[in-house]
């Protein structure tokens, strides 16, 4: 037998002198007590180290010190100190790059980091504008350039990492069979290395025994057991343990397994096993790259063989098998129950309520204990009907409610009357019926924390056929359930109609389900910052905009929320409904862990923006205060106050409208005929003289967006089709309004065909073609244009005080649009300066 070779990391390798001299240097010359100032009792120093390149190409490093106070709250905010001269106090130079020379002999040969791009010394002067850093594709750039002056040292490294010195094959065994029994080894063949497994060498991997514990009665007989490993899939050879436990019984082989941590694929007599490290690598993978399942294990059989001369050993079906009970265990684990099947329900009804009680109610009416939050429902993640099992391993334990008493409800509610009065078209309007053919859902809608976008606990929840009203009550009300809050804020893109008969139907729920409004001293409905634009006038009672007592809360993390979550809707929709809620379950129980170990940072830069910005807004403030006389904010003030405390008095903030709108202008002229027409003054055609005009003003829209279009230029075939299509349409309509034309005004008639008729511009007029206008520049003589002495004739004076009625409105509709539009400009400049960066979205804006 040949010797082999390990697959395992280069643990004895020398250090790099370089590196080992860099520490010798540095390390001693360490800044002690004795270099710095003496601070004083109340006050502490912080050192920041920066690292710098100058101009010159030359690398050092700078440390600044800052005095901050003891208090945790006071450091956040505290500011670099000076020497007395303006400029950032250093360390001595016994410990500074720029001074050393050893220290730069060492850097010199070191490569650019990132910490080594930052500005030269000079604009670390605060006082000073500092210069515009590089662009981020450049620096990117510069980071694999440095790279390239090691390539054939980094390829020599890994050559000689496969060169290792050898094991012969009677210590391999030895050396692995405790500790490593999964390693891959390679065997010499006399030409090549050809890959083996340690079971072909003999080794017996003795399960039941931990720590190397000898068994003293071990199983006569072996098992092959197929074992799957993030390194690969291989056979490996077994011993179960007989010994006699605590309670005189034999301990099961899956027990055993699970033991060495490996979680066997049945409780029968197992033959296939997956190692805890495999498992969890796919969550973790599955959780952050929403990698499904099947190409997770078509990498494994990659990693075991991916020559291609030999057969793969398939393990799919049994790794799908696990992964579902495996999920389940680490939510039990987590929540630290202490049996799978018999474990209770976390969602237990009323478990916490004395407890939030007694916390909250001796401050009532503290505002700051308000609940806040946010419902949407995503349409994406739709589910096919396959005829699978909906089998479910802990129904209602996590986010999902319970499956059976929520279809209970929808069933009861299939005939709840659902009344549109909003003019916004949301998807929660547009598919509140809506059902997809050969699906079994059609969406999830979901209730999270408006603060920090938590995913509620029994707050998600199927869509049957769209999004209902009774579908997103039942989540609330689930979610709500065990809990008391004094002040209950929800925000939801449809509130403005969703809230009208919330209470009413309330009623048809269970009553120890039901909101007890007696408990509850305010309910609020809001609607998210970017969906509230699009909701028409009368909406500033939902705006979190300009309600009081909502801090910065914005509605629209749950939309992120879904943008995470919808790479899985491909995958997701061809599993059973349970293996669906097991799989949310799993990645929203990840998803809310990421936000509570992301507090520490999350919640302190909150911190500091919201001091820096408080200085910055009450500075503004005071600034445009001070252009207003006093009792003019004081009348603001109080009609603030006033709609407050009841909304139903005028808005302060509803922007007003013009008092001339072409809308009203048209409603008044129809509305003054038909009182005409009931009193017995007919006109002189079918068509009132109000809507002729109306009718012409139309066509002049209609001709000038023609010349427009023709204006920007048409090449291909179908864009002249098109255009001759619009020409021959407008025609018509212009001869069918210059019939009635004819009747109310008949004086036209001659101005119309003089128009028409082109003079000649020679003598053999009779020979040449007459000229056709086009319908886009047909002269339609509406009053306003008629000669002088035409246009004051008295049987054209209704016509004309009606057509400049319709006319100033038409101008203060265009002059409100105009303004409008300048307004969504700035708007859209100010958030491209704070938001757009990066070299590819700045040639776009």
Same mark, same amino acid.
């Given at each position: 037998m040949g010797p082999t070779k390990r697959r395992q990391k280069n643990s004895g390798r020398g250090t790099n002198p370089k590196k080992a001299r860099f520490q010798q240097i540095v390390q001693p010359s360490e800044p002690t007590e004795d270099d710095?100032?003496?601070?004083?009792?109340?006050?502490?120093?912080?050192?920041?180290?920066?690292?710098?390149?100058?101009?010159?190409?030359?690398?050092?490093?700078?440390?600044?010190?800052?005095?901050?106070? #003891?208090?945790?709250?006071?450091?956040?905010?505290?500011?670099?100190?000076?020497?007395?001269t303006g400029n950032l106090s250093s360390l001595p130079d016994s410990?500074?790059?720029?001074?050393?020379?050893?220290?730069?002999?060492?850097?010199?040969?070191?490569?650019?980091?990132?910490?080594?791009?930052?500005?030269?010394?000079?604009?670390?002067?605060?006082? $000073?504008?500092?210069?515009?850093?590089?662009?981020?594709?450049?620096?990117?750039?510069?980071?694999?350039?440095?790279?390239?002056?090691?390539?054939?040292?980094?390829?020599?490294?890994?050559?000689?990492?496969?060169?290792?010195?050898?094991?012969?094959?009677?210590?391999?065994?030895?050396?692995?069979?405790?500790?490593?029994?999964?390693?891959r080894i390679e065997v010499w063949t006399g030409k090549t290395f050809r890959r083996s497994t340690l079971r072909d060498f003999g080794l017996i991997v003795q399960l039941g025994h931990s720590g190397g514990k000898k068994c003293t009665? #071990?199983?006569?007989?072996?098992?092959?057991?197929?074992?799957?490993?993030?390194?690969?899939?291989?056979?490996?050879?077994?011993?179960?343990?007989?010994?006699?436990?605590?309670?005189?019984?034999f301990t099961r082989e899956w027990a055993q397994l699970l033991r060495r941590g490996w979680f066997p694929a049945t409780t029968l007599r197992p033959s296939t096993a997956f190692t805890f490290r495999l498992l969890d690598t796919f969550q973790e993978l599955n959780f952050q790259g929403k990698t499904n399942l099947f190409d997770f294990w078509k990498t494994i059989e990659r990693l075991t063989d991916n020559s291609g001369g030999h057969k793969n050993i398939e393990r799919y079906k049994q790794l799908a098998h696990v992964v579902a009970p495996t999920i389940r265990l680490e939510r039990l684990e987590r929540h630290r129950e202490s049996s799978w099947w018999s474990a209770q329900p976390v969602h237990t009804l009323g478990r916490t309520s004395r407890k939030v009680g007694r916390l909250l109610h001796?401050?009532?009416?503290?505002?700051?204990?308000?609940?806040?939050?946010?419902?949407?429902?995503?349409?994406?993640?739709?589910?096919?009907?396959?005829?699978?099992?909906?089998?479910?391993?802990?129904?209602?334990?996590?986010?999902?409610?319970?499956?059976?008493s929520y279809e209970l409800h929808l069933k009861n509610t299939i005939d709840q009357k659902e009344d549109n009065t909003c003019s916004a078209e949301h998807n929660a309007i547009t598919k509140a019926h809506l059902r997809k053919e050969g699906y079994v859902a059609s969406g999830i809608s979901a209730v999270l924390c408006a603060?920090?976008?938590?995913?509620?606990?029994?707050?998600?929840?199927?869509?049957?056929?769209?999004e209902r009203y009774a579908n997103m009550d039942f989540l609330l009300v689930s979610t709500l359930a065990g809990s008391l809050f004094l002040i209950l804020l929800i925000s939801y893109d449809i509130a403005c109609q969703w809230y009208r008969n919330f209470f009413k139907r309330m009623a048809e729920f269970p009553p120890e389900t039901?909101?007890?409004?007696?408990?509850?001293?305010?309910? $609020?409905?809001?609607? #998210?910052?970017?969906?509230?634009?699009?909701?028409?006038?009368?909406?500033? $009672?939902?705006?979190?905009?300009?309600?009081?007592?909502?801090?910065?809360?914005?509605?629209?993390?749950?939309?992120?929320?879904?943008?995470?979550?919808?790479?899985?809707?491909?995958?997701?929709?061809?599993?059973?409904?349970?293996? $669906?809620?097991?799989?949310?379950?799993?990645?929203?129980?990840?998803?809310?862990?990421?936000?509570?170990?992301?507090?520490?940072?999350?919640?302190?830069?909150?911190?500091?923006?919201?001091?820096t910005l408080k200085l910055q807004q009450r500075k503004t403030y005071d600034q445009y205060t001070s252009t207003f006389d006093v009792k003019v904010i004081r009348e603001w003030e109080e009609m603030i106050k006033a709609w407050e405390e009841d909304h139903d008095r005028p808005d302060p903030y509803e922007e007003p409208q013009a008092?001339?709108?072409?809308?009203?202008?048209?409603?008044?002229?129809?509305?003054?005929?038909?009182i005409e027409a009931r009193e017995g003054k007919l006109p002189r055609h079918e068509v009132t003289p109000g809507v002729f005009l109306q009718l012409g003003l139309e066509l002049e829209d209609r001709q000038r967006a023609l010349r427009a279009r023709l204006a920007s230029g048409m090449r291909t075939i179908s864009e002249l089709a098109e255009q001759q299509e619009k020409r021959n349409v407008l025609s018509r309509r212009v001869e069918t309004w210059q019939v009635m034309q004819d009747v109310h005004m008949p004086m036209v008639a001659p101005l119309r065909v003089s128009s028409d008729e082109t003079p000649s511009s020679s003598s053999s007029s009779s020979l040449a073609k007459p000229t056709v206008v086009r319908p886009e520049n047909?002269?339609?003589?509406?009053?306003?244009?008629? #000669?002088?002495?035409?246009?004051?004739?008295?049987?054209?004076d209704d016509l004309r005080k009606k057509e400049r009625r319709l006319r100033i409105a038409q101008l203060a509709d265009a002059l409100s649009d105009i303004r409008r539009v300048h307004r969504i400009l700035a708007a859209i400049i100010d958030y491209s300066k704070l938001n757009v960066a990066g070299s590819g979205q700045r040639a776009t804006t």
């Open positions: 710095f100032p003496k601070p004083s009792v109340s006050r502490d120093i912080v050192n920041n180290i920066h690292f710098y390149t100058s101009s010159s190409g030359r690398r050092g490093q700078k440390t600044t010190h800052r005095e901050v106070s #003891p208090n945790p709250g006071e450091k956040i905010f505290a500011s670099v100190l000076d020497d007395g410990v500074c790059a720029t001074t050393n020379p050893e220290v730069q002999d060492v850097m010199s040969g070191l490569p650019f980091n990132e910490g080594e791009g930052l500005a030269p010394e000079a604009t670390h002067d605060l006082g $000073r504008k500092q210069k515009s850093r590089s662009r981020p594709d450049l620096r990117a750039a510069n980071q694999v350039r440095s790279w390239l002056p090691f390539r054939e040292d980094f390829l020599d490294e890994i050559i000689g990492r496969e060169s290792e010195d050898s094991v012969v094959c009677s210590c391999l065994v030895e050396q692995h069979v405790h500790d490593h029994p999964l390693h009665n #071990p199983s006569s007989k072996t098992r092959r057991i197929i074992l799957a490993d993030v390194t690969g899939v291989q056979a490996v050879e077994v011993r179960f343990c007989e010994c006699l436990d605590e309670t005189s019984d001796h401050r009532h009416g503290i505002w700051i204990y308000t609940l806040f939050l946010m419902i949407d429902a995503n349409f994406r993640a739709r589910c096919k009907d396959r005829n699978f099992d909906p089998f479910e391993l802990a129904p209602g334990w996590s986010y999902y409610v319970e499956e059976s603060c920090h976008a938590f995913v509620r606990r029994n707050g998600a929840g199927d869509l049957q056929l769209g039901r909101l007890d409004q007696s408990k509850i001293k305010e309910i $609020r409905f809001t609607i #998210p910052k970017k969906h509230y634009r699009v909701h028409g006038p009368n909406h500033s $009672r939902f705006s979190l905009n300009l309600l009081p007592r909502v801090g910065r809360t914005y509605g629209e993390g749950i939309e992120s929320h879904w943008s995470h979550m919808n790479p899985l809707a491909l995958s997701t929709r061809e599993m059973s409904l349970g293996m $669906r809620h097991e799989v949310y379950n799993d990645h929203w129980g990840a998803w809310n862990w990421q936000k509570t170990i992301s507090f520490e940072e999350s919640l302190l830069h909150a911190l500091e923006d919201a001091h008092a001339v709108s072409y809308a009203t202008a048209k409603k008044t002229l129809n509305e003054e005929e038909a047909v002269a339609l003589w509406l009053p306003s244009a008629l #000669p002088p002495y035409m246009r004051l004739l008295d049987s054209l």
